[in-house]
Protein backbone atom coordinates (compact mmCIF):
# COMPACT_ATOMS: atom_id res chain seq x y z
CA UNK A 1 0.00 0.00 0.00
CA UNK A 2 0.98 3.36 -0.58
CA UNK A 3 -0.56 6.70 1.85
CA UNK A 4 -0.57 9.83 -0.26
CA UNK A 5 -1.46 12.83 1.56
CA UNK A 6 -1.90 16.52 -0.03
CA UNK A 7 -1.54 20.02 1.46
CA UNK A 8 -1.70 23.42 0.11
CA UNK A 9 -4.90 23.67 -1.07
CA UNK A 10 -6.64 27.09 -0.02
CA UNK A 11 -8.47 30.20 -1.74
CA UNK A 12 -7.00 32.19 -4.25
CA UNK A 13 -7.16 35.41 -6.44
CA UNK A 14 -7.49 34.90 -10.02
CA UNK A 15 -3.75 35.22 -11.33
CA UNK A 16 -2.44 34.14 -8.16
CA UNK A 17 -0.27 31.03 -7.35
CA UNK A 18 -0.22 27.86 -5.20
CA UNK A 19 1.87 25.31 -4.22
CA UNK A 20 0.30 21.52 -3.66
CA UNK A 21 2.63 19.03 -1.90
CA UNK A 22 1.83 15.34 -1.47
CA UNK A 23 4.23 13.50 1.32
CA UNK A 24 4.17 9.60 0.33
CA UNK A 25 4.95 6.94 2.44
CA UNK A 26 4.42 2.84 2.89
CA UNK A 27 6.68 1.82 -0.42
CA UNK A 28 9.66 2.55 -2.12
CA UNK A 29 8.52 5.93 -3.79
CA UNK A 30 11.33 6.06 -6.56
CA UNK A 31 9.42 2.69 -7.73
CA UNK A 32 6.29 4.72 -8.29
CA UNK A 33 4.89 7.22 -11.09
CA UNK A 34 3.32 10.15 -9.39
CA UNK A 35 0.58 12.68 -10.96
CA UNK A 36 -2.44 14.94 -10.15
CA UNK A 37 -5.79 15.05 -11.22
CA UNK A 38 -8.51 17.25 -10.20
CA UNK A 39 -12.21 17.18 -9.87
CA UNK A 40 -14.57 20.40 -9.84
CA UNK A 41 -18.17 20.08 -8.84
CA UNK A 42 -20.58 17.80 -11.23
CA UNK A 43 -17.61 16.73 -13.13
CA UNK A 44 -15.38 13.72 -13.86
CA UNK A 45 -11.93 13.34 -12.29
CA UNK A 46 -9.53 14.76 -14.69
CA UNK A 47 -5.65 14.17 -15.87
CA UNK A 48 -3.58 17.66 -14.36
CA UNK A 49 -0.32 16.14 -14.84
CA UNK A 50 2.49 13.70 -14.25
CA UNK A 51 6.21 12.71 -13.20
CA UNK A 52 8.20 9.71 -13.68
CA UNK A 53 9.80 7.62 -11.66
CA UNK A 54 13.01 9.61 -12.05
CA UNK A 55 11.46 12.82 -12.53
CA UNK A 56 12.96 13.13 -16.33
CA UNK A 57 9.66 12.91 -17.80
CA UNK A 58 6.46 14.82 -17.28
CA UNK A 59 3.28 15.69 -18.83
CA UNK A 60 0.61 18.15 -18.38
CA UNK A 61 -3.24 18.66 -19.45
CA UNK A 62 -3.72 21.02 -22.16
CA UNK A 63 -5.43 23.20 -19.98
CA UNK A 64 -2.77 23.87 -17.38
CA UNK A 65 0.45 23.48 -20.17
CA UNK A 66 3.01 26.75 -18.96
CA UNK A 67 1.13 27.23 -16.04
CA UNK A 68 1.65 24.63 -14.00
CA UNK A 69 5.03 22.72 -13.38
CA UNK A 70 5.26 19.33 -11.89
CA UNK A 71 8.73 17.99 -9.77
CA UNK A 72 9.32 15.79 -7.06
CA UNK A 73 12.22 14.74 -4.34
CA UNK A 74 13.45 10.86 -4.24
CA UNK A 75 14.96 11.60 -1.10
CA UNK A 76 11.76 13.28 0.78
CA UNK A 77 9.27 10.83 -0.93
CA UNK A 78 7.12 14.04 -2.28
CA UNK A 79 5.68 15.01 -5.45
CA UNK A 80 4.72 19.02 -5.71
CA UNK A 81 2.27 20.81 -8.19
CA UNK A 82 3.22 24.56 -8.50
CA UNK A 83 0.14 26.32 -10.54
CA UNK A 84 0.55 29.72 -11.38
CA UNK A 85 -1.65 32.00 -12.99
CA UNK A 86 -4.75 30.33 -11.75
CA UNK A 87 -8.47 31.21 -12.69
CA UNK A 88 -11.55 30.00 -11.76
CA UNK A 89 -11.82 27.39 -13.70
CA UNK A 90 -8.99 25.59 -12.01
CA UNK A 91 -11.37 25.42 -8.78
CA UNK A 92 -12.22 21.60 -7.38
CA UNK A 93 -10.75 19.54 -5.49
CA UNK A 94 -6.37 18.25 -6.42
CA UNK A 95 -5.76 14.60 -5.72
CA UNK A 96 -2.63 13.35 -5.53
CA UNK A 97 -2.05 9.87 -7.04
CA UNK A 98 0.79 7.43 -7.19
CA UNK A 99 1.33 4.18 -9.74
CA UNK A 100 3.87 1.59 -10.74
CA UNK A 101 2.95 2.82 -14.33
CA UNK A 102 3.58 6.12 -15.65
CA UNK A 103 0.86 5.22 -18.38
CA UNK A 104 -1.37 4.56 -16.12
CA UNK A 105 -1.30 8.27 -14.90
CA UNK A 106 -3.35 9.73 -17.40
CA UNK A 107 -6.85 7.76 -16.56
CA UNK A 108 -8.23 8.26 -13.24
CA UNK A 109 -9.97 4.35 -13.57
CA UNK A 110 -6.46 3.27 -13.92
CA UNK A 111 -4.69 4.68 -10.85
CA UNK A 112 -3.77 2.32 -8.36
CA UNK A 113 -3.28 4.37 -4.93
CA UNK A 114 -4.84 7.85 -4.27
CA UNK A 115 -4.72 10.95 -1.70
CA UNK A 116 -7.72 11.89 0.21
CA UNK A 117 -7.73 15.51 -1.93
CA UNK A 118 -6.94 19.07 -1.13
CA UNK A 119 -9.30 21.57 -2.12
CA UNK A 120 -8.29 25.01 -4.42
CA UNK A 121 -10.99 27.52 -4.55
CA UNK A 122 -9.69 30.57 -7.54
CA UNK A 123 -11.97 33.60 -6.98
CA UNK A 124 -12.87 36.25 -9.55
Known amino acids: QVQLVESGGGLVQAGGSLRLSCAAS????????MGWFRQAPGKPREFVARISESGGIRDFADSVKGRFTISRDNTKNTVSLQMNGLNPEDTAVYYC?????????????????WGEGTLVTVSS
Open 26 to 33: GRTFSNYA
Open 97 to 113: AADPFYDDLLRASAVSY
